[in-house]
């Protein structure tokens, strides 16, 4: 499995401002995924932020809302921007293993807790 | 529709019994198909991942996988109260770390003792 560290793993913060969430994996990886899971709901993808390039938004996600670094292979952070109560989530990173044989496995961060006042 | 669907829950078995999860997946190109547990606060957490037709057991937890019926199923056999969680089932249309993975609603399970 991938070893990924996520920080802060709670925050609360005030409405209007801006959190950045890291994101640090213990090897390298070309692909790694920023999702948003809101209370009592499934995972829902924001962004695959790929070294090296900009970072490709899913439908309903914007840049200027959430923001993604991606200086160099192992590490990424996903800010979000002008935080609303509607942005309390927990917000998880995740980066995949290739296996040669079988294909890709997906591993999740501990995730970041967020709740907007 | 939606590209994962679940069935809905709460599912409730009693200790012991057999636990069945089910899912259907609109786009006939997935290749990777993944089932993860999530407890309560906690972050997803893979327990079984199957890419070919047919069945692929891991203790307790038997995987079913049926491209031509785009259903992908989790058995858990010997339900135990630790099992209660919810589960998600995940999607991927390629085999590698480069394609996104797209989620399911997950599905409720509570193991009654």
């Known amino acids: 499995s991938a070893v990924i560290s996520q920080k802060p793993s709670r925050d609360i913060c005030q409405r209007g401002t801006s959190l950045t969430i890291q994101c640090q994996v213990d090897?390298?990886?070309?692909?790694m995924f920023w999702y948003r899971q809101q209370p009592g709901q499934s995972l829902t993808l924001i962004a695959t932020?790929?070294?090296?390039?900009?970072?490709?938004?899913e439908s309903g996600f914007v840049i200027d809302k959430f923001p993604i670094s991606r200086p160099n292979l192992t590490f990424s952070t996903l800010t979000v921007s002008n935080m609303s109560p509607e942005d309390s989530s927990i917000y998880l990173c995740?980066?995949?293993?290739?296996?040669?044989?079988?294909?890709?496995?997906?591993?999740f961060g501990q995730g970041t807790r967020l709740t907007v006042v | 529709q939606k590209e994962v669907e679940q069935n809905s829950g709460p599912l409730s078995v009693p200790e012991g019994a057999i636990a069945s999860l089910n899912c259907t997946y609109s786009?006939?190109?997935?290749?990777?198909f993944f089932w993860y547990r999530q407890y309560s606060g906690k972050s997803p957490e893979l327990i079984m991942f199957?890419?070919?037709?047919g069945d692929k057991e891991d203790g307790r937890f038997t995987a079913q996988l049926n491209k031509a019926s785009q259903y992908v199923s989790l058995l858990i056999r010997d339900s135990q109260p630790s099992d209660s969680a919810t589960y998600l089932c995940?999607?991927?249309?390629?085999?590698?770390?480069?394609?996104?993975?797209?989620f399911g609603p997950g599905t409720s399970l509570s193991v009654i003792p």
């Open positions: 995740s980066v995949g293993r290739d296996r040669e044989q079988t294909g890709a496995e997906a591993f």
């Open positions: 090897s390298q990886v070309t692909m």
């Open positions: 932020a790929n070294q090296g390039s900009e970072a490709t938004y």
């Open positions: 786009d006939r190109g997935s290749q990777s």
């Open positions: 199957i890419y070919s037709n």
């Open positions: 995940a999607v991927r249309r390629g085999k590698t770390s480069y394609d996104k993975v797209i």
